[in-house]
C-alpha cells in the first residue's frame, strides 16, 4: 500500500490475501495476534526525532522497530507476563519478528520501508511487514518490483535493498546484524530456561548459555519449536545443537 508514514501511524492494514490463509485466521484468535497489534502501534516512524532505545537510527536504516517493556505489553492486554513471553516466542518462531533486548525494554523489529517518492525526499514510503512473508511469502523482493513496475524503472534505491538481500536467511542475519549488540543477562536466562524446558539436562546449562547469549533469539525459537514438533526425538539436546550449528555454518 502506498500510503505515507502519517498514514501507517495510524492505521493496521490487513491485506485480504491474509484472510485466505487458514493459518494466519488461527493466528487472529491468538494471545500473539493481540501482542503483535501492539507491537505495530508502537512502531517508531522518524529518523530526525532521538529514541532512547536508538530505534531512529535503525528507522534510518529502513527497519520499522518499537521498544517496549514486558510489562507494558502485559498491562495493556491484560495478560499474564508469562503469556507475553510465549506469545512474543511464537511471533519469533513463525518469524513475524525480530528482537533484541536492551534495557528494560526489548527492541522489536516488525518489517521494513522504501522511499517511493519521485524526488527521493522519504516524502512517500511504502512499507511492508514480516507477517506477509510469513503467511503468504511475499518479501522484500515483491515490494521492490511492485514499485519498479509502477514506476516503470529498472532500479531503484530503497533504505530496504541496503540492508535486506533477496535471499531468506541472508536478510534474517542482515536484520540480526542491526539489532544484535549484546544481549541483556535477563534474556540470556529466559532464553536458557526455554531450552531446558524442551530439552532437559540441567547438567548443560551453562553451554546452552553461551548459545544463548551468542545466537539470535528467533534461530533458537525456531528450532526449539521444530523439536517439539517432533515427538519421535530422544535426545533433544543433541539435536538443538546440531540445528543451531547447521544454521550458522
Given amino acids: 500500500m502506498d500510503v505515507n508514514a502519517h498514514f501507517n501511524s495510524q492505521f493496521v492494514m490487513i491485506d485480504f490475501e491474509l484472510l485466505d490463509s487458514p493459518q494466519f485466521m488461527r493466528f487472529v484468535g491468538s494471545a500473539a495476534f493481540s501482542v503483535y497489534l501492539l507491537l505495530r502501534r508502537h512502531v517508531w516512524r522518524s529518523q530526525e526525532r532521538e529514541h532512547s532505545a536508538g530505534l531512529h537510527d535503525l528507522y534510518a536504516k529502513g527497519l520499522l522497530t518499537c521498544a517496549i517493556s514486558v510489562a507494558t505489553l502485559a ?16 511471533l519469533e518462531g513463525l518469524g513475524i519478528v525480530q ?12 518489517g521494513e520501508w522504501m522511499d517511493i ?13 514480516y507477517l506477509e512473508r510469513a503467511f503468504t511469502g511475499r518479501g522484500a523482493e515483491n515490494c521492490t518490483s511492485e514499485v519498479q ?17 533477496t535471499n531468506r536467511e541472508e536478510h534474517r542475519e542482515s536484520v540480526n ?10 534474556q540470556v536466562r529466559y532464553l536458557v530456561e526455554e531450552i531446558l524446558k524442551v530439552c532437559g539436562d540441567e547438567k548443560s546449562r551453562a ?13 533458537i525459537f525456531r528450532s526449539l519449536a521444530e523439536i517439539r514438533q517432533d515427538p519421535a526425538i530422544r535426545n533433544r539436546g543433541a539435536v538443538l545443537v546440531s540445528k543451531l550449528r547447521s544454521a550458522v555454518a
Fill in 177 to 186: 546484524a542491526l539489532l544484535t549488540q549484546g544481549k541483556d543477562p535477563e
Fill in 99 to 110: 528482537s533484541r533486548v536492551t534495557g528494560r525494554e526489548k527492541v522489536y523489529c516488525l
Fill in 207 to 219: 553451554y546452552y548459555t553461551r548459545l544463548a547469549s551468542r545466537l539470535p533469539d528467533d534461530l
Fill in 75 to 90: 498491562e495493556k492486554t491484560g495478560l499474564a507476563v508469562r503469556t507475553i513471553k510465549e506469545a512474543t516466542a511464537k
Fill in 117 to 129: 517518492s519521485e524526488k527521493r525526499d522519504g516524502s512517500v514510503r511504502k512499507e511492508w511487514f
Fill in 149 to 165: 513496475a509502477m514506476r516503470g524503472a529498472e532500479s531503484c534505491t530503497t533504505g530496504v535493498q541496503e540492508v535486506a538481500p
